[in-house]
């Protein structure tokens, strides 16, 4: 990986990005920043309707297509963002045993989303699991976002280590 890493960041937009750091990668971490808190904090109230914590005025559906759009949303802002991230600063970022692991844990969210959906439809009791379980998940991903900076932690876990 380290080698496709060091490539990546000869390339045109990597080196624009890297050549523009005092602005460019403040913003893009802001962007990030703030679809990860339209995310949690979405996926948060879905969470506590589903656990009968609050909002138990209205259904489930009318909850979830409440905050769904804005769920979609801002996981296409993170999309983007993070891909500007590891063009920017592709050696930090895929030579991270954070990232990878963060990673894993948005390809399982997903999938979780994906049944948790379903299940909102079919049927409330399923989804509470799937509720603690998503904002467990999430609040990792969060952790693990920040670790990328201090990758160092996770000692010979980290190919980061070994550079």
């Not at 999309?79 to 991230?85: N, P, V």
Request: hydrophobic fraction near 55%.
């Amino acid at each position: 990986m380290k080698p496709f890493a060091e490539w990546l960041s000869t390339t045109a937009p990597s080196v624009f990005i890297q050549e523009h750091n005092a602005w460019a990668i403040p913003l893009i971490q802001s962007v990030h920043i703030a679809g990860i808190a339209v995310v949690f904090g979405s996926v948060f109230l879905i969470n506590v309707r589903i656990l009968g914590l609050s909002a138990m005025d209205q259904s489930l559906q009318q909850v979830s297509r409440r905050y769904s759009p804005w769920i979609n949303g801002a996981l296409y802002i993170l999309l983007i963002t993070g891909l500007l991230m590891v063009v920017g600063e592709p050696v930090r970022e895929l030579v991270s045993f954070s990232f990878w692991a963060k990673m894993l844990l948005v390809a399982v969210g997903t999938l979780i989303a994906v049944r948790f959906q379903r299940s909102v439809r079919t049927q409330e009791s399923a989804a509470k699991g799937l509720a603690i379980l998503t904002f467990a998940i999430w609040t990792c991903i969060i952790v693990l976002g920040r670790l990328i900076a201090y990758d160092h932690v996770w000692g010979s876990w980290s190919p980061a280590d070994s550079l």
